[in-house]
């Protein structure tokens, strides 16, 4: 049973960039498919990217393409979320996702199995 970690939250400010790492127990590349989501409070928790198990398909939510990319590294077990041109309306708690069996990607939170804890991103105007 993976286990996933995220940091690299924080307060910043509009247009500023920022990078959300999740850090898995056991090796995921080629192993899991990782996503990322983000939950507001009083909302549904929404997709916003995916990377697919073999990692060279990423996969993006209409707000945040073009901002947002993510990446893996196979040597730390980790994936990234970069962020830029961050909005006011990207403020939420960040989780990353995994599941072995999903192949490319979902965007439904039901179709992953593991999650992380979460980290808080706040973006003021």
């Known amino acids: 049973q993976v286990q996933l970690a995220e940091s690299g939250g924080g307060s910043v400010q509009a247009g500023d960039s920022l990078r959300l790492s999740c850090a898995a127990s056991?090796?995921?590349?080629?192993?899991?498919?990782m996503a990322w989501f983000r939950q507001s409070p009083g909302k549904e928790r929404e997709f916003v990217g995916a990377?697919?198990?073999?990692?060279?398909?990423?996969y993006y939510s209409d707000s945040v393409k073009g901002r947002f990319t993510i990446s893996g590294d196979s040597a730390k077990n980790t994936v990234y979320l970069h962020m830029s041109n961050l909005k006011p309306e990207d403020t939420a708690i960040y989780y990353c996702?995994?599941?072995?069996?999903?192949?490319?990607?979902?965007?439904?939170?039901?179709?992953?199995?593991?999650w992380g804890q979460g980290t808080q991103v706040t973006v003021s105007s």
């Open positions: 990377l697919s198990r073999d990692a060279y398909m990423s």
């Open positions: 996702a995994a599941d072995m069996r999903v192949s490319s990607y979902s965007t439904s939170p039901g179709a992953y199995e593991y």
């Open positions: 056991e090796r995921i590349i080629s192993h899991y498919a």
